[in-house]
């Protein structure tokens, strides 16, 4: 068992939109993920995703309504929920997740990350 430093972590990148795994706990992944600017519309069919804002404010729009998430906060998207990602200016996020679970979701294009670096 180790301790896990999320500012160490977040450190060894700089990238965007490129999950890194930093854990594993059961069947899920814990993942470290800078983002900036708007990402894409998508869904998981399978997968609920835990988005927790270690750095930064995140706008996570739905097709109905927007949701902020503010450092210390966290938000829990159901499968099947359509959403978008948006960050303003630099977040960081720890993802908690299924080990299957696509950051592109439904969508795959040239921002799907299919193998993940662990860090």
Same mark, same amino acid.
């Given at each position: 068992?180790? $301790?896990?430093?999320?500012?160490?972590?977040?450190?060894? #990148?700089?990238?965007?939109?490129?999950?890194?795994?930093?854990?594993? /706990?059961? @069947?899920?992944?814990?993942? +470290? /993920?800078?983002?900036? *600017?708007?990402?894409?519309? =998508?869904?998981? @069919?399978?997968?609920?995703?835990? #988005? !927790?804002?270690?750095? *930064? $404010? !995140?706008?996570?729009?739905?097709?109905?309504?927007? +949701?902020?998430?503010?450092?210390?906060?966290?938000?829990? &998207?159901?499968?099947?929920?359509? =959403?978008?990602? &948006? +960050?303003?200016?630099?977040?960081?996020?720890? !993802?908690?997740?299924?080990?299957?679970? !696509?950051?592109?979701?439904?969508?795959?294009?040239?921002?799907? &990350?299919?193998?993940?670096?662990?860090?």
């Amino acid at each position: 068992m180790e $301790t896990v430093n999320l500012k160490d972590k977040f450190g060894r #990148f700089q990238d965007y939109c490129n999950p890194r795994v930093i854990g594993e /706990v059961n @069947d899920c992944q814990v993942k +470290a /993920v800078k983002l900036k *600017g708007e990402f894409i519309w =998508h869904h998981h @069919d399978h997968e609920d995703e835990l #988005f !927790l804002v270690v750095k *930064g $404010t !995140l706008r996570l729009k739905f097709r109905d309504h927007e +949701a902020l998430v503010r450092e210390g906060e966290f938000v829990i &998207v159901p499968r099947g929920v359509e =959403h978008c990602p &948006v +960050a303003d200016e630099e977040v960081h996020i720890v !993802l908690i997740e299924p080990r299957t679970t !696509l950051n592109t979701g439904n969508i795959q294009n040239e921002r799907t &990350v299919s193998q993940l670096e662990r860090i």
